[in-house]
Each structure stands twice: as structure tokens, then as C-alpha cells.
């Protein structure tokens, strides 16, 4: 039975699965669960075409609540068990949730070899810079001087910045999001499953049990507009309640800058998402709250280039091209065979 | 050719075997499998034995850098590249030196005397010259000039020295031929193939091969031709096939045989490469060659094409399995199908890479967290790789559970002939998913990824089918539902089901065969690679008329069901193994049965008289 | 207070074990910890069983957000947490769905009856109210207002509502105190550190506790108050220790004894994190810790740090160590001294990583490639853990090789009285380095890292030492000089020697102990945190008259010489393991002994009297 | 026994090992391994206080060459090998050397953690864009579409740039140099060395076995001067065998240009190694001999920064300042206990 699915019309609850939630109450996680249902139905995809690979932690319970197909894999490894099922099968598509810990400590390298290969997945990192399911010890996105379970003299570690770690492996597609932002997240949930190759997509989550407040600077209504700056393709860096600040480039240094007083829009950094350099990109991770810049959020990068997942396949096209698709009996045959009676 | 040839005598013997060694870059490998096709071409059974150093290039002369090759050519069935050697080439002091021990007394002996220089004796650490001190008079040692002949030979093409040096293994080649009384039309055929596009590169190696053989005709001193006559094979077409190739065209034939996409997920490893090397060639049988960043990327990729629904494979040797072993545990309580190839090799860590050994089965059967059973299977040589793979998918696919194939450095670079099957003649594979449905539909159920099936498999649901979406992970799972469950009962439930799935796998294979009486004496348990000297030793002592027996395990978890009785059968059991005794222990603990061990890991296989001498002593 | 109390009776018992259940936000472990330090000041001897959801806060309310401690106090010795409860205490009706199965017929139920709401009882899966519909008749069920009175108690002091609630498990505390005879005074200590800085907490809390103590005085429906005499302890100055805290602080006297620092490389895993949290708040007795960035960095750094000189550690739990096994080959074949410390859990995969499981031996003796033996010990308990870790550090810097130290999710959290030795008392761990030499010194001899001494320990050179300047790495090295060797025989004899190295450990190792005869029907022999079960289900055989020893084994490998001897004096061996027979299996390998499992991995520990009742059937 | 080592006037033979040396004749480890012999004498210190740590291929056989502490650990792993050893014995000089693939493959985590942790190491990446030791596969470094024995219709995956990827994770000194070069390896070698901190320095090696000529560009004489360029901190970008052309600024995009031709010197990117913000260093390394760059040798980046080595002993330091040293009777006999009679 081959059941032909005309394009389902799709609400949010439908991408609901049977279990309970079980994150704690006020967890950011559910903000980002929220919007993923929401988005979901807006992308024209029926469910079974869609997979969430997750690792371990708070965050990777993701996909047992979606009712779409999904695995809970084992702590790190989620990029890598998305390559192979991407690869194998290019007409899925494929998320990848996971967290600060599980992307960027124990699986960093897979995410940054998959980020090279640029493989059509959408990468979601709930960064909430603490470990939340083994109870509250400092991950790889915790500032200096954290004190956590593991560190009660302060963390030494300095912090690993995940957006600058992919724009390092030549990302693609990064961009950046807050929970608590929920227009904002959808929107760039939505970017990142438009986008072909790999979509990273670090988003700020709050952990209100073992890291409360630790992106409040970028979610407090008194100051979130200060403390962030929203990009936008094509257009100058402002930002502040009152859109009078803005960033200007000071050779290759980012400055923060007054509008008016001989100050106009157009000396300001324009952003350019589709630069083929990623330098921009870059530059713009580097800016931080605690030197005293507005942290962008938006897309930081979006450019086409090939994929890994069209590439492999590609070469089984190529080959059979060349070879046909080839026979097993010719294949075991040829070379210096010899025959006994 | 009219030089006048002395008139030589031509023996016919059983069986023989030569080795070829010399510097890494002295094209030892090439001599010995240019030597072995020949003589398979000439109807012998081979098999063979590379052996090389773990530098790719280690320093010119030094014995470090010797490489060795030994066939082992027979006009009846054999099953090992042969305990001593007939006929030894050294190209130079240092392939002497750690090569002659293993020349048989009386044994024809063939140096190339150039090469024994101050600065070559020095490197090999002789004192004196061997060729003239009398320490090599129990040989037949022939001394030849070879680097001067073949220089002269390849005269007149305009070839540098070095070049012209290079063709120094076709001369050892042409003279081996001719010794051993073989055609030389598959080489010149190679000659033609491989280097038709260098002409003058292919009329040198044809000059010098031809020199060589032509010296043999010539010269005096070596007055005595060998003749091996074809063996009596059973009928059909055959190829001579390295083990890794075999076990790369088996897992092409289970994937066509189950309609299936294949996906290999692999880290380059020594002697796992060269599985990579080989399928990544064959794309267009619908082949993804995934060289991973990792081992641990290597297998969880291969989980994630296991759930996407094609035929999916990892291959690694010792040190990279053990990197795999968290991911089986996912792979084992995901219930998916997929293969776990370990090619093994010298250990532990490191170890010795290039030296072949079966000391990863422990980890094979228990080196993952918490209860975690896998069905094991292994090969026993080269052409059996292709067979055992094809079986390690049809359980795997069935039972939906990873299966472990093991093989070794051994038979994944030995070869031997290879009867060529028909694809139509091999069994199909049969699997089968779930059908869509269509959740609008008032008969509509929800899917439950845990319901079994009567071999308890649980059934294969495709990412992509409507109707199906279902979620997998790595905590345990309900029953039925799939969904996470601390329930203690189903947590024992499920434990217990996981290996009922494997012990289910006993009663779907061939009945145990045991070589000779199912009682008596001495019973030889063994499995991998020690197959061909275990069947030749115990076919010597039932020869002598010793009251042994051989049973030789593929199936090492499940064991036969007809193991306990077979073992009961014996007053004694000998296994011997490549390790210090690790099928042994499991034995010993399934059927307490004291069985001893004959163990050894120094890098190289068994000798037959090395198990002959522990029968004899045995029994 | 001077309500006329109404008159009570104290009954006099032997022992008694409770528990406190409620959701996970209820401070139900804070209960249990409180009752159990107050046992232990009154002098009781106590084992303790906490048991918490995986999820860091399941949905408040249901049966997957259930959190218990259950508490075994007596005026005996005793070994388990007990497996009936005499008193429970519920806080909602998940936790009494889930939990009231364990109480004792005739069992005192005390549940909070303002919780029994519409909701909650639904959530918990009742269609009727249990505390209405009889259900329950068989406990003494009293059912308490404790949401309302709390809030009466602490009216006043300004609490809003959801604060006030909080305080509901002081006046449960409270209530049990009373019900125990116990003293207020540990826990008014406790709130008085804990919350000084917030009075109106504090406050609250107290009267919260206060409230329950006198609602057991005044209220009649109960009665009776139980008292429990102190325990015939050996003298000395006792406390209260976890397992992972006991292991943690034996660690850091190992260091002191040994006069080293310690270096502990790990990676958060539950349950093992809290010895790297305990290890790091003690940085000022020279503790390095360093969260790596995963497993295999936390045991390739311990390798570092090893080779470095110090006393090096890696925890983890089964997925970690699991990753761990190709960097265990390298400390076994550089021979570096180290221990790592599996606190195990419930596989396979993630599987049940809060309960605890025993299943990760095999791992442990097996889970490496190539011939690759380790030494293994156990703790038997949480204090256990104290020495345990100090044997572990002996062995493996005396051996030079790295020591596997198993405990187990039920002993790291389980917690027990542990009577304080003093650091003066504790052997000294006695290590050299071999001395600087002076290279222009005409007696200067090139530095051979794998030269031993008597036990087979090569020496420990540490970096920075003039003239040992040395290389080790992952090939195969010659013995005594340690340079890389493909050599076939020293592979053999290197082999052999890492094996000796461990069987030497069972000539340096205590007499193994029988508890009871060393002959008789039955022997049970155990391992890790089946200690206490076991213990007391052979005590309570052995009262019945029945031929029944214990033997439980501290090492795993070697084995202790003695075991041979014991095992053979009994006409049946019976294996309880929290696994499906790992231990059992390797006990049949060695001796070749019918010996049967009784097996169970459900997430929970025996039950003495599963061990009882599995006793009684073999004898 | 302890012996004075007063400062010992040391020659690069006595840091050679009695080992024999086993790389192919012609292989570019060689000369690193010759280079390496030179500099260390000239560090003043002596060679007990000198350990190499490597993981496993060709350029990891390196330890064993050098008469110095050394191990050989396995695959990848070298980094976290030296952070245990360094953290618990700060007072010794400790070199990682490793492979493309080693270090960027299968050890890219650890080579990204070290290096965010700016532990004080000198990590020589050994570039030969192949995996030597097992025989020519390809690895993360090799240019698309390169043919190896693993990938005989080309690699589909886009490279690895080494010191993209560590400035990614805000490394504190990176450098590139050619094995040729030898006296500008030396000078890198000497400035790894002297630098406090993770120092990652790239050297393009030659595998003449399995992929000669991969670095023919930037180490023929005939075109070197034009395909490569020599960082010199406060200098301009200059470059060409006449010293005639040079690297522009357009606004953040690097562009050749010819000096000369109302160009001058003033017009061109000034190298800045100490610069704060490591957004040159990243626009640097993404010059690129394909896209028409010369490829910047020499120091990209040099500043200072917290060394989780010095930070790790510190804490302990500074816990003995609180707590005094300790003693584990008084922490047994903490809190609550009774007394049995
Ligand atoms: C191999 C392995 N090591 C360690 C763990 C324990 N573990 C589970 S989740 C986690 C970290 C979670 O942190 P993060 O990825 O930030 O997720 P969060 O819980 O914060 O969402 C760890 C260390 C594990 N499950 N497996
Ligand atoms: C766990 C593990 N996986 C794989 C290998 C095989 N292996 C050894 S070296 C190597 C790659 C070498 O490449 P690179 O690091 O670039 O070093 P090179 O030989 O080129 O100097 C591989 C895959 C191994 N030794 N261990
Ligand atoms: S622990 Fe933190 S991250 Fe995890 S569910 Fe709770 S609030 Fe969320
Ligand atoms: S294979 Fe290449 S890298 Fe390795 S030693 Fe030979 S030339 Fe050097
Ligand atoms: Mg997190
Ligand atoms: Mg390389």
C-alpha cells in the first residue's frame, strides 16, 4: 500500500506527540517547542518527512515530543547520526537539536565536520551555558569565573562561542535567537529549514533551575534593547530603545556609536548576510555584552554552496553514468580468472 | 632465444612454497602476487601471506623495512600459505637475515649478491658475508648478480639506473617462474595492462623478466625444475581474492540480494582500509562511502542510515571498535540492523598494527556498558569473507539487531582462489516494512515501533513513510509502545528479550559440521583464521590415525546448538586461538568443559607443525 | 505548649525503616537526610536508600516526578536499607500509587490528605479516593491536613502561599520525629545554618516542624510511639557518609598517604558527578580537577597526568567508561599507574542512568582490544568506598598499571555510619622515583623505562627528572628499553608480563573471608553493593540451621588464591548479581564451577528477602 | 639524589633519540624534526624539562626522535594527554605534535578545547593533507575533489582551514610556516615556543609518498614569492618577488593590489599580531592560494591571555590561602558525628 499524501493543511497541535512534557516548569525549552510546532506546519512538508536526531540533555528530550520520526541518541553524536540518515535518504528533512554541552563539549567535532560538509541539516543549539540534566555543572558557553557544581572556585575555562567556533568551520548558515523572543525564534526557525546545507542556529535558553537569569541582560524588557541588536540583510547595524546607537567599523574593530552628532546611518556597518567572505560574520560574533557591545541576533550568514548529502548521491549518479548500474556477475569476473572442469 | 641451453631435469612435486622478501621498495608484493595468479592460473590451489613493515617507507636496507610475500602452490586442496619455505628470494642482507630461518633444509636459496655490500651487511648486522662465510651450506644457495644483469638487460631503453634498478623483482620473478616451471604469459599480460602507457617502463620489466627466466634455463648451477599439476578444484570459474576484497563483494551482493542502498561509515585503519578503498570504488551499485571524522562519527552515522533504512555498515580494527562501543549499546537498544566489521589486528592499544592477531573477541562480546548482547560471526579465510558477509546481514536484517563479523589482518590480506558464484545463484534477502497509513483514516493506530514479530524483531519503520513516525533512543524502552520506560519489570522484560533475539539466531543456521568422528580423543575447536592450519594439522593426525576431530566455529554468539554435545563427545578439546584464550573462557563458562588452550600472539599466524605438535602432544 | 497532650504509649523495637515520598519539589530527600543524621546521633546504626526521578523535574504531581529516601534505623548492626517500610509517608497520591506497595501490612501510612484532590488523584491514576474507598484498611492509615496546617503554623510570618507550602516536609519531619521518638534538636541545628540568613524561612521551617511533632503528641488517632535503643557499635567517633563522598575523601587520603597530588580528569555523568563536585571544593589539599571536555579527554589527561607523577583518577559511569576503552589499552601498555572509577548504572545505552545496575563488570574485565588485562576491585558499601579507593591506589602505583575501582549507583548515594579513622592510623602508600642522573657522568647509563623490579613494575621516571629523559607510546615495546619492537617473541613475552602483573596482585591481597563455615551446602558469593543483602540473608539462613556461607569478593581480578579452596567446599554456589550473571560467567570460566546466578536488573537493589527466598530453594 | 643542573650549553644532536629515524627518504618531517634540534638549544632549557606528546601517523613518530620526555599517545588525542601533564607539572615546556588528520579529524574537539583553554602548549600541525601512516586517504585539510584511495571520483567535502578553525576558538598565537622554509620554521618554532598559552602553529609538509607536490605552489622557487606572503607584525601586506604588490582593504573583503600605480605602501593592511580582536587574524587566514591570495606565513596572531594551566594551580593556591593546607581529620570529623563508648 503506497498512500499518496496530498500536501496535509498541518496545525501546530498535529506535530504534538503522546508524551508529557517533562522539562521543568519555566524551562526555556518549551518556548522553543512551541515555536518549532508552529513552524512546522508552515514549511508544506507532510510529518513523516521530517526527523529530530537529538544527543543527551534537557534539550535533546526534543523529540519525543514532536510526532514526527525522531531519535534521542547518545550525548554528542547527534550531527553524525544525522549524516548518515541524511545521506542516505536527501529527500528528509532532517533537525538536529542539541545543547551547549552536548553540541559543543563532548560533540563539538562532529558539529564542526558537519558544519564543513556543509550537510543539509538545521542545527539547533539550546544554548542555556550550564548543564541542565546532570544538574548544574558549567558547560563550554559558561563565562569565566562561573561558579557551579564542578566549579566552586569559578570556572577557567574562557567560553567557547559557538557562532564564531561554526563561522571558523566556514558555516554556511549561522544565526542566533532567544527563547523568551518567540517572534523572532520563529522566524529564524523558519530561515534555518529554508535554508539548503547546514542551518546553525544558536538559540539563548533560559535554565531556570540551575542558570537562572543567565541571558536575563538579553531578555529583560528594561534592557533588552540595549543589550541586543537585530540584523537585518542589507541594512546599518542600529540599534537601542530609541534606535540612536548604532555600530561603526573602526578599521576591522567594531565601535559603538551615538546616531546624530555628526553621526548618519551611512557610516555605519551595513549588514550583508549573502557576503561570500564570512569575515563580517565573524566580526559580528566577536561582539559581546560583557565588552560592551549589543549581542546581534538574526542571520549572521546565509550563503549558498554545495551540500555532502547531494554530493554523495551525486556520485552514485556520476558513477552509474559512467559504469551503468553495474553487474556483480562482470564486477567478480573480470581480471585473470581460470576455469576447472 | 638459441643460446644452448643445458639440458635440466624437471621434478614433479605435490606442493610448494615460495617466499619472496626483500626492501619495502624493492616490489616484493608485486612479485609475490604477479607469482600467485600464475600459479592459480595454472590450476594449483594457493594461498598466500603478505607481510610488511608498519612504516610506510622505513629506512632503505634496514630490516625494518623488509617486506615479504609467501605462496604456498599445491596440486591438492590447502588451507594455509604453508609452515616453511621451499624457495626463498631475499633481494638483499636484511631480507637474509630475517627471512632464512624460515628456509626448510636443503631449500633453494636465491640472493641478489649485488646487494651484499659493506653498507647492506652492516644494516642487516652481519659480521661476515653469509654468501661466503659457509653459514648458508645446509641451501641450496644461488648467488646472482641480479642488479648487474638487469641493468644490462634493460641496456639501450635509456632508463636511469635507478630505474632500470627498479625492475630488479621482474628478473627474481622471471627466475622463479622458470625454477618453478610457470608460463609467463599473465605477467607480460599485467606488464602490458599496467604499464602499456610508459612503453619503455613495460619493455624493461619485460626484458628483465624474461632475463631471469632465461638465466634459470642458462645456467648451470641450478640444474633442477619443479612441476606442481593442476589440483582437482570442484568445477566452476575461479579468481584468486584478498579477504577484504571478498568481504567488500559480499556486503555489494547482501545489499543487490536485499534490494537494498549500502552505506559504509568507516575511519581509515590498518587492516580495515582497504574495505573503504573497495566499495568506495563500486559507486554505482548504489554505494555511500561515508569517510566519517571519527570512528564514533563512523558508527552513529552508520545507526542514522539504519534508520533511514539501508543496508549499514562500519568496519574498523581494535583500537577504532573500541571507540564504537558506547554507540552499539544505542545500536543494540534501538533494535537496528546494521553490520560491525572488525578487521582485527596486534594489540592492545596500538599494539602492533600491521601484525595480525584475534585478540578482540572480548570486545567483540562484552566490551559495552550494561547488558548489551551481539550476535558475533566470523570468517575463516580469504573467499569466506564474501559468504560471511552476506549472512551477517541476513541475520542482522532479520533478527533486527547488530551483528559483529570478525575477521583479521591475516585473511583480510591473504588470498586465495575464490570459486566464483553466480549472483542468481545466491540467496535472496528478504526484508520487509511496515506499510504506510494514513492517520486520517478511522482505522488509523498509532504506530508502536516495539511490537514483535515471531523472531522478536520488532518491525523496520522508514523515516519518510506516512503514518509510522515514531521516535527511537537510547533509554530504555517499553515494550510495544517504545516509549521511555523506568518500569522495572520491562526494564528485566526487555533485558531478557535482547538476548533471546541473539539465542533465537541458533536455531537459524547449518548444523555444526565436525571434520572426522563426532567422538574421540581430542576434539580441535577453532574459528577466524587459524581455520586452514587447524584443518591441515588435524587431517595430519587422522592421517597418523589419531582419534581428533575439527570443529570450526562461524557462529561464535549464539554458539550451534549442537556445540555441547559435539564438545561432550571428546575425552579432550584443544582450541587454539591467536590470543591468550578468549573463545576459550567463553567455553569454559558456557559449557564447563576444561578445555585447553594453545595460544600465542606474536603477530603471525599459526604454523601447521606448531598444532601438530600440541595434537601430538595431546593425544 | 500546653495543650493537655493526651496520654501515649512508647513501644520498644528493634529496628525500623521508613519512608518519605512525594513529588520531587516536596524536599523529600531533605527528609530522609534529616531522619537519617538524627538516627545516627541517637546512636542507631542506618542505611539509607534515596531514590529520585531521571528528569530534573518531572511534571509536578505525577508518578514519573516521584522522589522517596527510605531510612533502615536499628539498634543492631545492620547492612540494607530494608525491604518492607514501616512507616511511609506520602505526600500525594503518585507517591502513594507508587510507593505503598512496599509498606508492611499493619504499616503506618501518614499521607497528606489535602493533596487528594481531584487532580492529583487522577494524575496518580485512582479512579476513587484510596484514603475513602478502603483500600488502604490493611495499614494504619492516618490522614493528615498537613497542607492546611502548615499554613496555619506559619501564618503571619509573611509567607506567600507557594513558601508556606514548602515547609510541608518540616511537618512531616516533624510528625515522624514524634512518631520515633527523636530529638527536634539535629534538625533545628540544621535550619538554623541552613536558612540563617532568611529568619522568616528559618522560622517557618521550625514551625512547620514544630507543628507535626505536636500533632503526633495531641492527636489520639495515634497512639503509640516507637522507640529504637542505640546500636552496639565499635567505639570511636561516627558520621553519616555517602558512597561517592566516602570514595571522594578516600581518594584525597590516598593522595595525602602517598604524598602526591591528586589530578582527577573527568567528565559529568550521573552517577558519578559528585566526586568530581566533592573533589572540587577541596582544591587546598593540592586536588587538580579538570571537567574535560569528554570522556576520552578526562582519561587521556589522567594518562598525562600520570605520566606526569601525580595520582591520577577518571569517574565516570558505564556510556563514559564505555569511551574510555581505547585509552585504557594506552595506561595498560605504558604501564602507568591510575585508577578508574566506574560508579555503574543501568544499561544498555543510556539506559536507566539513575537506578543502579551491576552490569558493567564484563566492561570492565573484557572492554579493550587486544590481550589487555586490568585489575579490578569493588566497594561492598557506601563507607567501603573510603578504603576501597585507598587499595585501589596501592595496587596500581606499586604494579604500575591502572586498577578499575566498581561501585554502583546504590552505594554512591546510599548512605551509612561510618566510624572516623584518623589519618594517623591509615597505612602510608609508599612510592619512589628513580633519582636524576648527571648525563656527563662517566657512570651515566641511557635510561631504561621498561626494566622492573620484583612486583613487575617498570619504573615511574617523572618528566622534568635529569637523565631519565624517555618516550613511551601505544606500540608494542621491548621489555627494558621500551623502544617500539615488532619483535614476535617480546610481543608474546610483553603479553605475558601485563598479565603477571595483575595475577601478582592475589600474592598482596588479604585472605579472602568466609562469613560462617568454610565447607557446607551452599555458598553464596557476592560482589560490590549486594554486600548487605546478602550478608543478611545468609545471617538469617544460618539462624534457620542451614549450611550457608558468604563470601563476598572486594577483588574481581585477580581473583582472590584462596577462592579456588572455598568455592570448592560447597555442594552448590549461588552468584545474586544486579546483572544477568557477568561475575557468575567468569567464576565458571576459572574454576569450572556449576555456579548458579540469581539475577535481576530492574533498576532496584535485592531484597534481602529475594536472596532468602532463593536461598531456601537450593537448601 | 638531586642534581644542579646549571643551565647545560646544549647542540641540536644531543636532542636526537638513538633512535633511527623512519619517515620516507624525501619526507618533509625531516626537516621539521632537523629544525626542531635547532631551536630547542637556544631555549635555555635543559631537555629533562622538555616533553612531546603526539597522537598517532607519521609526523606523531616524532617523539620518539627526540631525546627529550615524549609519548606517542593514540589517535587525536595528544592535546588532552599534554593538558594533564601540563596542568599538574606547569613548570615543564610541553610541544603537541600532530597531523592534519589527527589533529583536525578525529581530534578536532580536543585541538579546540585546548586551545579555548589557552593551555600552555606548542601544537605543531604537521599539513600534508593526506593521511600519511595509513596509506593516502584523504583528510579534513585535502581540497575538494581531491582523488585518494578513499575517494577515487574526489572528496566532496569542503576542507578544514586549521587557523580559520583556531582563531574560531579565539587562540592566542597563531602561525603558519613550510617545511622548506627552514629558516623561517626555525624563527616559528622559537616564537611557538616563547609564546605563554596555547601556541598552534601549521606547517605545510610534504608527503612526497602520497601527496607530492600539494604545497609545489608555495614552495617552488619560481613561484613562492608570489603565492605566499610573509607576516610581519606593523608592516604592510607586501608581496612578489619584486616586493611590488600588496594586500587592500576593501571595506572588509582582502584584494590584491600592485604598488605603484597611485598605490602606496599607506594604502595597504598593516599586520597587527597583537591586536586585541582576532578578526584580522581570521580575515587572514582565509586568504587563500585558490581564490588568488598569497597565503600568509608567519605569526597571525600573538597576545596575551589567562592560561587555564597557570589558573588550574592557582585555585589551589589560592584555596590554601583560605583554607590553609588542610587538614583531612578536622574535614572527616566536620559536621555532624556522635561518639560510641
Ligand atoms: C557519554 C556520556 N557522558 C556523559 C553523559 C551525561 N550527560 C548527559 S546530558 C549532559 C550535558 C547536558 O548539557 P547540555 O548539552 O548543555 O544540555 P542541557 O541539559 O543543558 O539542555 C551530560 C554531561 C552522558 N549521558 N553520556
Ligand atoms: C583510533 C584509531 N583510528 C584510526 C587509526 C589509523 N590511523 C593512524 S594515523 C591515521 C591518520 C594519519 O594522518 P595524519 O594525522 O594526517 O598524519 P600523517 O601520517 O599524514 O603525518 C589514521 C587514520 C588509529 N591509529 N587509531
Ligand atoms: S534543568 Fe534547566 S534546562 Fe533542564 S528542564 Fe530544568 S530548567 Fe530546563
Ligand atoms: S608517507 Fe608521507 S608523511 Fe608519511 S613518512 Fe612517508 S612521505 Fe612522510
Ligand atoms: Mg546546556
Ligand atoms: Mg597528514
Known amino acids: 500500500m503506497s498512500i499518496e499524501t496530498p500536501l496535509p493543511v498541518l496545525k501546530p497541535a498535529d506535530f504534538a506527540s503522546d508524551q508529557d512534557v517533562r522539562w521543568c516548569p519555566g524551562c526555556g525549552d518549551y518556548s522553543i517547542l512551541a515555536q518549532m510546532k508552529k513552524v512546522l506546519p508552515t514549511l508544506g512538508l507532510p510529518r513523516e518527512k521530517i526527523v529530530f536526531i537529538s544527543g543527551i540533555g534537557c534539550s535533546s528530550r526534543f523529540p519525543y515530543y514532536m510526532n514526527t520520526y525522531g531519535m534521542h541518541s547518545i550525548h554528542g553524536r547527534a550531527p553524525a547520526v544525522a549524516t548518515g540518515l541524511k545521506s542516505t535518504r536527501p529527500d528528509l528533512q532532517v533537525w538536529v537539536v542539541t545543547g551547549d554541552g552536548d553540541g559543543l563539549s563532548i560533540g563539538g567535532n562532529h558539529l564542526m565536520h558537519c558544519i564543513r560538509r556543509n550537510m543539509d541539516l538545521n542545527i539547533i543549539l539550546f544554548n542555556n551555558r550550564i548543564y541542565g540534566l546532570t544538574k548544574g555543572q558549567y558547560s563550554p558557553t559558561s563565562p569565566l569565573g562561573k561558579k557551579t557544581k564542578s566549579t566552586p572556585m569559578g570556572a577557567i575555562d574562557n567560553p567557547l562561542h559557538p557562532l564564531s567556533i561554526a563561522i571558523g568551520a566556514e558555516a554556511t548558515f549561522v544565526a542566533r535567537s532567544i527563547d523568551t523572543n518567540i517572534k523572532h525564534l520563529s522566524e529564524m526557525l523558519k530561515r534555518a529549514a529554508e535554508h539548503r546545507g547546514t542551518a546553525f542556529l544558536e538559540v539563548y535558553q533560559n535554565c531556570n533551575v540551575f542558570n537562572d537569569g543567565a541571558w536575563e541582560y538579553a531578555t529583560n524588557r528594561q534592557t533588552k534593547l540595549e543589550t541586543t541588536l537585530e540584523l537585518q540583510h542589507g541594512k ?11 555600530i561603526r567599523l573602526n578599521g576591522l574593530d567594531p565601535e559603538v556609536v551615538e546616531l546624530g552628532k555628526g553621526i548618519k546611518e551611512d557610516d555605519l556597518l551595513f549588514h550583508d548576510e549573502k557576503s561570500p567572505e564570512p569575515s563580517l560574520a565573524y ?42 548500474k553495474g553487474n556483480l556477475d562482470d564486477l567478480f569476473n573480470a581480471g585473470e580468472t581460470w576455469d576447472v572442469k | 632465444m638459441s643460446t644452448a641451453a643445458p639440458e635440466k631435469q624437471i621434478s614433479n612435486v605435490e606442493e610448494a612454497t615460495v617466499r619472496f622478501c626483500g626492501d619495502s621498495g624493492d616490489g616484493m608484493q608485486l612479485a609475490g602476487t604477479q607469482f600467485t595468479t600464475t600459479s592459480a592460473l595454472a590450476g594449483n590451489d594457493v594461498a598466500t601471506f603478505p607481510d610488511f613493515p608498519a612504516e610506510i617507507r622505513a629506512p632503505r636496507g634496514t630490516k625494518a623495512g623488509v617486506s615479504g ?24 642482507p636484511a631480507a637474509l637475515a630475517t627471512n632464512v630461518a624460515d628456509l626448510r633444509d636443503n631449500g633453494i636459496l636465491l640472493v641478489n649478491n649485488d646487494a651484499f655490500d659493506k653498507k647492506g651487511l652492516e644494516q642487516a648486522g652481519y659480521d661476515t658475508n653469509p654468501l661466503e662465510d659457509g653459514s648458508l651450506d645446509k641451501y641450496k644457495l644461488h648467488s646472482v648478480e641480479m642488479t648487474k644483469l638487469v641493468r644490462l638487460a634493460v641496456e639501450g631503453l635509456g632508463l636511469s639506473q635507478k630505474e632500470a634498478d627498479r625492475c630488479r623483482n621482474f628478473f627474481a620473478m622471471g627466475l622463479v617462474f622458470w625454477l618453478y616451471d610457470r608460463s609467463l604469459d599473465p605477467t607480460l599480460r599485467f606488464i602490458e595492462n599496467k604499464f602499456g602507457k610508459k612503453p619503455e617502463v613495460a619493455q624493461a620489466n619485460t626484458k628483465a623478466l624474461k632475463a631471469g627466466f632465461h638465466y634459470g634455463e642458462t645456467v648451470e648451477a641450478i640444474n633442477t625444475q619443479y612441476h606442481v599439476d593442476p589440483a582437482e578444484l570442484p568445477a566452476g570459474t575461479y579468481r584468486n581474492i584478498m579477504g577484504n576484497t571478498a568481504l567488500a563483494w559480499g556486503l555489494l551482493a547482501a545489499a543487490q540480494l536485499s534490494e537494498k542502498r549500502l552505506f559504509l561509515g568507516a575511519y581509515p585503519i590498518t587492516p580495515a582500509s582497504d574495505i573503504l578503498h573497495e566499495l568506495s570504488k563500486h559507486k554505482h551499485y548504489d554505494v555511500l562511502t561515508f569517510q566519517a571524522e571519527d570512528e564514533i562519527a563512523a558508527v552513529t552515522s552508520t545507526i542514522g542510515a539504519a534508520f533511514a533504512g539501508a543496508m549499514a555498515v562500519t568496519a574498523s580494527s581494535g583500537p577504532g571498535i573500541a571507540l564504537k562501543g558506547e554507540a552499539l549499546g544505542l545500536a543494540v537498544i534501538t533494535e537496528l540492523p546494521m553490520i560491525v566489521i572488525n578487521v582485527q589486528r596486534g594489540g592492545p592499544s596500538t599494539g602492533l598494527p600491521t601484525k595480525t592477531e584475534q585478540s578482540d573477541l572480548w570486545q567483540a562480546m562484552y566490551g559495552r556498558n550494561g547488558e548489551c548482547p551481539m550476535c558475533i560471526i566470523s570468517a575463516s579465510g580469504p573467499a569466506d569473507c564474501f559468504y560471511a558477509a552476506q549472512e551477517a546481514w541476513r541475520i542482522s536484517s532479520k533478527y533486527m539487531m547488530p551483528v559483529f563479523l570478525l575477521t583479521d589482518g591475516y585473511i583480510a590480506n591473504g588470498s586465495e582462489p575464490w570459486r566464483i558464484p553466480k549472483m542468481s545463484e545466491l540467496p535472496k534477502i528478504k526484508i520487509s516494512h511496515p506499510e504506510a497509513q494514513d492517520d486520517s483514516d478511522e482505522n488509523f493506530k498509532q504506530f508502536d515501533p516495539y511490537t514483535r514479530d515471531d523472531n522478536l524483531a520488532r518491525p523496520w519503520a522508514v523515516p519518510g513513510t506516512p503514518g509510522l513516525e515514531h521516535r527511537l533512543g537510547g533509554l530504555e524502552k517499553a515494550d510495544g509502545t517504545g516509549n521511555v520506560s523506568y518500569d522495572p519489570e520491562n526494564h528485566q522484560h526487555m533485558t531478557d528479550v535482547r538476548q533471546r533475539k541473539v539465542d533465537l539466531v541458533a536455531d537459524d543456521i547449518p548444523e555444526q559440521e565436525v571434520n572426522g568422528e563426532k567422538t574421540g580423543d581430542l576434539l580441535v575447536l577453532s574459528w577466524g583464521g587459524t581455520y586452514g592450519s587447524c584443518t591441515t594439522a588435524v587431517r595430519k593426525a587422522q592421517a597418523a590415525g589419531k582419534k581428533v576431530s575439527h570443529c570450526h566455529l562461524r557462529y561464535i554468539n549464539p554458539f550451534p546448538k549442537e556445540l555441547e554435545a559435539i564438545l561432550n563427545g571428546f575425552k579432550q578439546v584443544l582450541i587454539p586461538e591467536l590470543n591468550m584464550g578468549q573463545l576459550r573462557s567463553i567455553i569454559r563458562d558456557r559449557f564447563l568443559v576444561d578445555a585447553q588452550g594453545l595460544n600465542k600472539v606474536q603477530g603471525k599466524p599459526f604454523s601447521v607443525a606448531e598444532i601438530s605438535a600440541k595434537i601430538d602432544e595431546m593425544v
Chains 1, 4 share one sequence.
Open chain 2, 69 to 92: 610475500f609467501q605462496i604456498h602452490f599445491s596440486s591438492n586442496e590447502i588451507y594455509t600459505p604453508g609452515d616453511t619455505v621451499d624457495a626463498l628470494v631475499a633481494m638483499n
Open chain 1, 236 to 246: 546599518p547595524l542600529i540599534f537601542g530603545k530609541d534606535r540612536d546607537k548604532g
Open chain 1, 283 to 324: 566580526l559580528l560574533s566577536r561582539m559581546r555584552y560583557e565588552d560592551g557591545f549589543p549581542e546581534p541576533i538574526g542571520v549572521f550568514r546565509s550563503v549558498k554552496a554545495p551540500q555532502y548529502d547531494e554530493m554523495i548521491n551525486a556520485q552514485v549518479e556520476e558513477a552509474r553514468k559512467q559504469h551503468g
